[in-house]
């Protein structure tokens, strides 16, 4: 494998009511993300990610049965054999999104990883699940309505250009799977989200950046932009980014535009930073017991 791999990240509004039929919302949004692929793949992406649940809107500000209706199977699903056609036809690894459905009435906030040759490589279904309100307006992340925790732990997949792991959205608030991430091989995490100013906007650039430090591979951030009708709870605010293992960003997306952000990690700076920092060497599990006790 070459050390220096391009990476590709898509942020984009959601350019449907929400009040209209599911089907409207996955029809355009899928169809503007094979275009904003195709986009990242021409300027010379390799590894391109999407973000969380990218074919709709961040339906979760209500809850409502109607949006059951968006979960697909993973793999088998219309959506991840559309996106797996197109990442063999481009030759790129990609991280898909998605509203996975397993059997009858169990859901999950799912990311297929598909490799460069088109191939189902696995999933990760995201592991912390919030609930908590946003304003006064009834408005909130009241995902628990939605989605079961993930129960698959923390997998990282051996594409053809990198190892890759996922973290989703509000799992970026928790080091411990991060750190698992990274023993479990990581060399890049790509954290697809779903954000909005106001509430966590302060954590953004700060978390992750540590996350990749802490770790010593590469964070990749994206979030949507834009405000959603109906419940218009706040300002998804963009600025997806890349980070190196040195906390240093590498390239940040714009706060309100569609935008393809690509940017390169390298290997070397993931060897330079590990053996100039041996955290994974001087970490004592044999003391952290307590970390995984049930608190009374």
């Known amino acids: 494998m070459a050390d220096k791999v391009t990476i590709g990240l ?3 509004k959601n350019d449907v009511h929400g009040d209209e039929p599911v089907h409207l919302h996955k029809e355009k949004a899928i169809e503007k993300h094979v275009k904003m692929v195709r986009e990242a793949a021409g300027k010379g992406a390799q590894i391109i990610c999407l973000q969380e649940i990218f074919y709709g809107p961040y339906f979760c500000a209500e809850q409502s049965t109607k949006w059951y209706d968006a979960a697909e199977e993973v793999p088998n699903g219309p959506t991840v054999q559309q996106f797996s056609a197109l990442a063999k036809e481009l030759g790129t690894v990609l991280i898909l999104p998605v509203y996975e459905k397993v059997g009858i009435g169990t859901y999950y906030n799912t990311a297929a990883v598909i490799d460069a040759d088109g191939t189902y490589l696995g999933k990760y279904r995201k592991q912390h699940i919030p609930h908590v309100g946003v304003g006064s307006s009834g408005c909130g992340f009241w995902e628990k309505f939605y989605f079961k925790p993930g129960n698959l ?10 190892k890759v792991g996922v973290y989703i959205c509000y799992d970026r608030h928790f080091p411990e799977g991060a750190r698992l991430l990274g023993l479990n091989g990581a060399e890049i995490v790509f954290n697809p989200s779903a954000t909005v100013a106001g509430l966590s906007e302060y954590l953004w650039k700060l978390e992750q950046p540590a996350h990749a430090v802490a770790n010593g591979y590469y964070v990749a951030a994206i979030n949507r932009v834009g405000t959603e009708a109906p419940w218009n709870m706040g300002e998804f605010y963009g600025q997806s980014y890349l980070v190196d293992p040195r906390g240093q960003f590498v390239a940040v997306g714009s706060r309100d535009q569609d935008e393809v952000i690509v940017a390169d990690m390298d290997r070397e700076k993931i060897r330079e930073v590990r053996d100039t920092w041996q955290f994974f060497r001087d970490r004592r599990p044999e003391t952290y017991g307590d970390m ?3 608190l009374p």
């Open 292 to 294: 995984v006790k049930l």
């Open 153 to 162: 732990g923390y997998p990282v997949f051996d594409t053809a250009f990198a």
């Open 10 to 12: 898509i942020q984009a």
